[in-house]
């Protein structure tokens, strides 16, 4: 072994270095963009409140095999203007930001950039939602949800504003997300296929991913 690499020249070795090297990179960047699948975001707002709405947000793992381990993803963005999260089901704000300006009934988060974590399986039935809480595992092919309560948001069509500038990072793995684009809203069936219902508007996010990271200094 050792002596078949001495006899190689020192030329045709760092060719043969810098070929992989090209292959493992052209391999990367056609899998980032075609092949591989991306992350959505999807938000449903549900219902208008007096100061804002209530939205669902689906996170969809299309990618066939890049499974999301522990301690889980992270999802962040930038609001419009000063929408609050009043609360939240499923997920939570890791910094609630100066909320000084409230009295009596505080937001969950004021922050004009929030950080979104999962709960952990084994949370109270009463702070869950449908697929939520696994601890920020998000399989192939899988989808997780959290719902929130968004406060000073617009209250109409009209007035609502998207957040921008999404941020999705997974233990030891960094994305690229686009804009948020007006999609055609979902329609939700009920359990016993009986009643569809239609959101008010939908928002899609599409992350791609761009490269591994190291894991060491990832901190939940
Ligand atoms: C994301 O992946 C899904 C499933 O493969 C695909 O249907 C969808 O078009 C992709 N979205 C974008 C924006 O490429
Ligand atoms: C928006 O996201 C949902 C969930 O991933 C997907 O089913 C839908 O096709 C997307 N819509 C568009 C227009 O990309």
Redesign the pocket.
Known sequence: MGSLFLKRPTLSSAVWVLSLFLSSSCFTSSEAHTGS??I?IKWDLISWTPDGYVAVVSIYN?QKNRPIRRPGWKLSWTWAKKEVIWSMMGARAVNQGDCSRFKGNIPHSCTKNPTVVDLRPGTPFNQQIANCCRGGVLEPGTASSFQLSVGNGGTTEKTVQRPTRFIFTAPGQKYIC?QTRNVKPTIFVSPDKRRMTRALLTWNI?CLFHKATRMMLETF
Do not use: A, I
Request: no cysteine; aromatic share 16%; proline share 0%.
């Open positions: 699948g991306n959505t299309f686009g599409t």
